[in-house]
């Protein structure tokens, strides 16, 4: 029942932080001293996954190389006897076992997922959206496999939004079973405010199951041209039990500039010496 592969869509275009992924990828852009992506990989493996599943492009080869390991980089810090960092350099290509697919043309979401078939088909599985990076004591993907562990079935990790912001995201309807647990029975993507169901936005984790492949094949292009995820998991909810969890913890969406500058300035007040960095500017301003 419990949870060992975790899938990563890092294919997407970034039109939301242009120009900079122009020629950057998005999950490479830094959070103070670790690029986006590590974020992510780091609550997988503390939510008890194993294997790291990639969903690539090909303007993203800058992740693979991240987790590689460096041989030259290695040899010049050994050299330097700069040891420290050379250990630091090796442990960040130890840190997972990570697999890469190819999603040749970015047809969405819902295609991303469905490109992670042949090595997720046969369990269910964790899916992580590096955008949305969440800080907080218990990672957010654990509080989700917690809820499959339990209850069985897919999880999807559910935020109250603000009415300004309903149309922003997919959306989610259900009865409430326990405090801060639905089961959910429909999903709207990028609804407007007087059609959502609920002021519930589905953010980036989800614990999926398989039966979801087999619901994204038959899915048409929705919304934007693209294979919507969220289509398919209303499906799901048609013959299997989907469940919407309130997640503990503070989100980041740093596809944006400004959830990305915001994700920035709380790690640096969270760090002792940094927070003397900002509150030096902050007070410089008065
Ligand atoms: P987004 O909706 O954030 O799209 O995708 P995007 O292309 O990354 O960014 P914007 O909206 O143009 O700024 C949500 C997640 O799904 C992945 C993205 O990489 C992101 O992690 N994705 C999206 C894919 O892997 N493939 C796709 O075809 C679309």
């Not at 997922?113 to 004591?137: A, Q, R």
């Not at 519930?200 to 994204?216: K, Q």
Request: net charge negative; proline share 4%.
């Amino acid at each position: 029942m419990t949870v060992k592969k975790c899938l990563f869509p890092v294919a997407g275009l970034g039109t939301r932080f242009l120009p900079v992924t122009k020629e950057i990828a998005k999950e490479m852009l830094p959070l103070v001293n670790r690029p986006i992506i590590s974020y992510g990989v780091e609550e997988a493996l503390a939510s008890g996954c194993e294997d790291i599943v990639m969903i690539t492009g090909r303007t993203k080869r800058s992740i693979e190389n991240y987790f590689d390991r460096s041989f030259e980089l290695e040899d010049i810090l050994k050299r330097r006897g700069k040891l420290e960092l050379y250990q630091k350099m090796i442990q960040i290509s130890e840190m997972a076992e990570v697999l890469y697919i190819r999603q040749r043309e970015p047809l969405g979401l819902g295609h991303a997922v469905l490109c992670g078939e042949p090595v997720c088909k046969d369990e269910f599985f964790g899916v992580i959206l590096p955008d949305d990076v969440f800080i907080g004591k218990a990672p957010v993907l654990s509080q989700l496999i917690k809820v499959h562990e339990r209850l069985g079935g897919s999880v999807v990790a559910l935020e109250k939004v603000a009415d300004k912001d309903v149309s922003r995201y997919g959306i989610a309807a259900g009865d409430e079973v326990e405090s801060g647990i639905f089961r959910i029975s429909d999903m709207v993507e990028k609804p407007k405010l007087e059609d959502a169901p609920s002021r519930y936005a589905i953010m980036g984790r989800y614990v999926l199951s398989p039966e979801i492949f087999t619901l994204l094949h038959g899915q048409q292009a929705g919304t934007g041209g693209e294979i919507q995820l969220t289509d398919a998991i209303r499906e799901l909810t048609k013959s299997e039990p989907v469940w919407g969890v309130v997640y503990h913890g503070k989100r980041f969406d740093c596809g944006t500039q400004k959830g990305w500058l915001s994700a920035n300035i709380q790690l640096a007040l969270d760090d002792d010496e940094l927070r003397e960095v900002v509150m030096e500017i902050v007070n410089a301003q008065k």
